[in-house]
């Protein structure tokens, strides 16, 4: 395999930058603790196998090749990204009751599986970046699956780290006020991940 050092630098940079999963993971974790944000972890980890292996296959290259399937997914993911965005916007209690969940578990998974795959950039990015360090003298399969469990453990490994230190918050986000704050702010960023998916281009 060529590079696998410089493909984990740039996966963890990748996962580390700010994008809709990180804001789910850290409202998630601001919402219900550390152990409630684990699902939603869990299932933008899962998403990164599959959107992995869709891209490997014959549908990532019809949405590499058909504009209007990219355009397709792309305003279906944007939809997606400004409900989400109004449904925080709407929030008046960002941190719950601890006896009430406002969400079950699985949901979150849901939640956080469905924005991975609706999001047409995540399979460019593992069309685009996987190739340049696969070896076409290795076995491709063994590269390619150790490329995408490498990269699903960054985002559990990185997830989990906004995840507590936004659980240290919730102190002040229990208030009022700061159930209003953060709730505006994360509304506000699903709402730019919306309009900046819609307007994306190939």
Known sequence: MASYGLFLVLATFTVLSPGPGVVLTLSNALRHGWGGALPGIVGIALGAFIVAGLSASSVGLVLATSATAFTVLKYVGALYLLYLGGKMWRTQRFIPEFTVTATQPW????????????????????????????????????????????????????????????????????????????????????????????????
């Open 107 to 202: 949901r979150r998974l849901v939640e956080a599986l469905s924005i991975q795959l609706l999001n047409p950039k995540a399979g460019f990015f593992f069309l685009a970046v996987f190739p340049q360090f696969i070896s076409p003298q290795d076995n491709y399969y063994r590269q390619f699956f150790l490329l995408v469990s490498s990269y699903a453990l960054l985002v559990v490994l990185v997830h989990t780290g906004y995840a507590l230190m936004a659980n240290s918050a919730r102190g002040w986000l229990s208030s009022d006020r700061g159930a209003r704050i953060v709730g505006k702010l994360s509304g506000i960023t699903f709402f730019c991940f919306g309009v900046l998916m819609a307007s994306a281009s190939k």
